[in-house]
């Protein structure tokens, strides 16, 4: 095995919120080094995939950042990194035998999107003996690989192991037991082969009123309008994240800067996906955010009693609600304060989500409650 050095030249990501690419950085090649020193350095961490070049790209970080306290994994390893290391993927399975337990507890987070799923990482982060990483990026990336006619699963499948094996080998050390891992909202795509590689993972799903995920929305993504043409025109690609675009295609108005539509069709998406995950017998543990912020001490007591931990972890992992969950990073509430988006009328919204969710065979209103919601 041999791993290859990159010199970071300079930092090139447009936009914060896009999926984790090599091209973020621009690099020189540098010196082959033994690539266990990935598997022996706790600040060094998988970043993303090279897929045309057949490798996988881990980042440097200084040795006294936490990135597990980010807000946002990947935009703290962006942010700190000082340096690259490029591995061929063929040799990440030989690279694996180096970490020498294997994940001892594996919770996966996923959600609808803003409806408290950052936050609710950030409560895991308080107990000492969890590692917890909210949106590791490079499965934003594996969604992207994986083909919808699911002729590479085997394939995608082994990835996903190696990737939530590396990305947890931090979580080895004495104190730490469990690793929590939550996920960009399409990134559910990836459940059921997640399941297949980690049959004992505990799942926990996070769902909001859609009327008020799309408010958030249109508030948070404002650069969303400016991608609309490209989406129109590149269905087919980015369906693999929104598999109901294809379906809904003719009803989205994609000139709409506001993207009511395309907000309102991810939410129904990501909702069937979880749906089919239920009903393909995946064991999980199914949280509505307005209970979430309504009773804190009793679902956070409910999500950990579910996971195994201790119930005296509690009322310490519920301070984090008295702050911003995001604060810290664009989405932060101080940032988000800072644009000046008009925000559709109300009925406006409702009558364009109407006429989508008026399509789908089940999830007909936008406080649909999922079956098995806890409450």
Known sequence: MIAKVLYIQNKQRPDPLSIVKLQDFDCIEGENINPKIIIESPNISLYCLDPQNQQAIFVETPLEIELSNATFFYQAQYEYAQRLIAVPLEDLPQLMTAIEEPIEKLIMIYSVGRCGSTLLSKVFN???????????????????????????????????????????????????????????????????????????????????????????????????????????????????????????????????????????????????????LQQQGIPSCTIRYENLVADPQKIVSAIFEYCGLSLAEVSRACQVFAKDSQSGSNLSQENLTKHEIQIPDILEIRQKMDKLLQKHPEIKTPDFLVPGTFS
């Open 126 to 276: 308080q107990i000492e003996t969890v590692l917890s990483l909210s949106e590791p990026d490079v499965f934003s990336q594996i969604v992207g690989l994986r083909n919808p006619d699911g002729s590479n699963d085997a394939e995608i499948a082994r990835l996903l192991k190696i990737c939530i094996e590396l990305l947890s080998k931090n979580s080895k050390k004495e104190k730490e037991f469990c690793c929590v891992l939550k996920l960009r909202s399409f990134c559910i795509e990836l459940g059921d082969l997640i399941y297949r590689v980690f049959p004992d993972c505990q799942v926990i799903f996070l769902y909001r009123n859609a009327e008020d995920v799309v408010r958030s929305s249109i508030r948070a993504f404002v650069y969303l309008s400016a991608m609309l043409p490209t989406i129109s025109q590149n269905i087919d690609l980015y369906s693999r994240f929104i598999p109901l675009l294809k379906d809904y295609a003719n009803d989205i108005d994609f000139t709409d800067s506001s993207a009511i539509d395309l907000y309102t069709t991810a939410w129904l998406s990501v909702m069937q996906r979880y749906r089919f």
